[in-house]
Nanobody
Framework: QVQLVESGGGLVLPGGSLRLSCAAS????????MTWARQAPGKELEWVAS????????YYTDSAKGRFTISRDNANNTLYLLMSGLKSEDTAVYYC?????????RGQGTQVTVSS
């Protein structure tokens, strides 16, 4: 079955960087669009970024543009999100989602906390 396992979250100072990873299995990763989404405390799930199957096209929410980079390694079935210039409002649980957008197939999430 589809498995998505996120890692790389943690506590980071404002202005710092983190790279999130998502290990995918149970489906044809190289043929699937993939998405990063996040959910802050008390808020709804929010789309952050997506990439199509070959990684050549990437899309970002306005708050992520210029700071976050979504990428993928199809040989190793892994999705990445490099985040820099982190702000307190980036604090959330980050999810890897199969497909484009806020689909139902996602991992357990990894917590990112931006705080001094």
């Amino acid at each position: 079955q589809v498995q998505l396992v996120e890692s790389g979250g943690g506590l980071v100072l404002p202005g710092g960087s983190l790279r999130l990873s998502c290990a995918a299995s149970g489906f044809a990763f190289s043929r699937s669009a993939m998405t990063w989404a996040r959910q802050a405390p008390g808020k709804e799930l929010e789309w952050v970024a997506s990439t199509y199957s070959d990684g050549s096209n990437t899309y970002y929410t306005d708050s992520a543009k210029g700071r976050f980079t979504i990428s993928r390694d199809n040989a190793n079935n892994t999705l990445y999100l490099l985040m820099s210039g982190l702000k307190s409002e980036d604090t959330a649980v980050y999810y890897c989602v199969k497909g484009y957008g806020l689909g139902s197939l996602r991992g357990q999430g990894t917590q990112v906390t931006v705080s001094s």
